[in-house]
Structure formats: C-alpha cells, structure tokens
C-alpha cells in the first residue's frame, strides 16, 4: 500500500519550454502533496506544498510564477515548470501525505534536464 | 526553526553486521514524530521507519531499530545483519502535524555495504 507514481520518470527539453511533472497516490487519497527538488549529493529541498482545492504555499525563494502547482483531485497533483531555463535542470520528487498516522510517500522523482 | 543534523556523511559496515546511524534533532515542541528514509541509487525514497515522540517504545521494522533518546533529541537508526541492498542514502527527517506535515530533513548519510 501507499504508493505514489510519477510521470515522467524522465525529460529532455529546450529552454524556453514548459514540462508538466504529474503525482498521483494510486492507492490512497491525499489531500496534502509535496514537491521537492534535489541537487546532486544533497538533501531534499522543500519548493511547495500542494493542498487539494487551495493555492499551493511556496517555501521562501520558491518562484511560484515559475514553479505552478495545481492540486486537482484526490490523488493528483502537477508540476509545471514553466520557461525552463538550464539552472532548472534538477531531480524532482514528490510525496503524498497518508494521514493516521501521517506519513510522506514518496514518488520515484523525475529527472529533468534543460537544454 | 527545526534542524536536523546527521553528523556521519558516510558510514561503511561488513556484511551481516551491525551499523548504528546517528542523527540529532533541534526543537522547542513536544508533540512531534521522526522518521527514517532510505534512498538507493534509483533515487526512489522509501520509508524505512516512523517514531512518534510520545511513544517511550522504540520503534522496530524487522531488521531496522531506533533508539529515540527524547531529553537528547537523538534518533538513531541501528541495521542489524546488514544487506548489500542495504547500500543507500539514509535520511533523517523531523515532522509536525501542527506544521502542515512539513518534514525537515537531515543532509543524509550514506552507508555503503562490503560483501
């Protein structure tokens, strides 16, 4: 149980260019979903919680023109990034909340690389 | 602010023996659960182990134990009979209920696993 995917697992694209990141709890329901980003090496950096029905909150210094969340259901959440520029080039990860006892799952992330 | 501070950045243990990895956590609340992620080289973050503050009882998963010294904010996470698909990322993360579920996580160690 508790397993969120993430689509696509893999992307190229031109700068300029806008990529659309999907997470989904495929079973269970999730009002609360999270996205990260990951540098090589490093932790997970927080950029945004996506609450179903609400405005996402962005963490400080998180562009949220850029960076649109839209939490439409249930079980999905997007991410759109959008004009990406190479510096957006990064691992991004997301994670749905099961709740009692609450818990992040995680999505096994998508690579994104701006050409 | 919370922080969450694991001071071992790599770790090595022996197959089939014991590595102990230690984290360290700063809060002024009570109410409050840690938890223990695994990311292999896939980069897919996988739950290794959840304790809540107010549970004495440290929390086991089979081959996976804590020892939750809660007066020392420490939470280390002991690997008994260590596998080589024990080889990961290990992270340490702090949640609250109170604060959106948010997790803020340890900078990682990395255990790697000699056959």
């Known amino acids: 149980g508790a397993v969120v995917s993430q689509h696509p697992s893999w992307v190229i694209c031109k700068s300029g260019t806008s990529v659309k990141i999907e997470c989904r709890s495929l079973?269970?329901?999730?009002?609360?979903m999270f996205w990260y980003r990951q540098f090589p090496k490093q932790s997970l950096m927080l950029m945004a919680t996506?609450?179903?029905?609400?405005?996402?909150?962005?963490e400080q210094g998180v562009e949220k023109d850029k960076f649109l969340i839209n939490h439409a259901s249930l079980t999905l959440s997007t991410l759109t990034v959008t004009s990406a520029h190479p510096e957006d080039s990064s691992f991004y990860i997301c994670s749905a909340l099961l709740g009692g006892p609450e818990t992040q799952y995680f999505g096994p992330g998508t690579r994104l690389l701006v050409l | 602010a919370q922080t969450v501070t694991q001071s071992q950045p790599e770790m090595s243990v022996q197959e089939a023996e014991t590595v102990t990895l230690s984290c360290t956590y700063d809060?002024?609340?009570?109410?409050?659960?840690l938890f223990w992620y695994k990311q292999p080289p896939s980069r897919q973050m996988i739950l290794v182990i959840r304790?809540?503050?107010?549970?004495?009882q440290n929390a086991t998963e089979n081959r996976f134990s804590v020892n939750f010294q809660k007066a020392a904010k420490s939470f280390s996470l002991k690997i008994s009979d260590s596998q080589l698909g024990d080889a990961a990322m290990y992270f340490c993360?702090?949640?609250?209920?109170?604060?959106?579920?948010?997790?803020?996580f340890g900078g990682g160690t990395r255990l790697m696993v000699k056959p």
């Open positions: 079973d269970f329901q999730a009002t609360t």
């Open positions: 809060t002024s609340e009570s109410d409050y659960y």
């Open positions: 304790q809540e503050a107010y549970k004495q």
């Open positions: 996506s609450n179903e029905g609400s405005k996402a909150t962005y």
């Open positions: 993360a702090y949640g609250r209920r109170n604060a959106g579920n948010m997790l803020t």
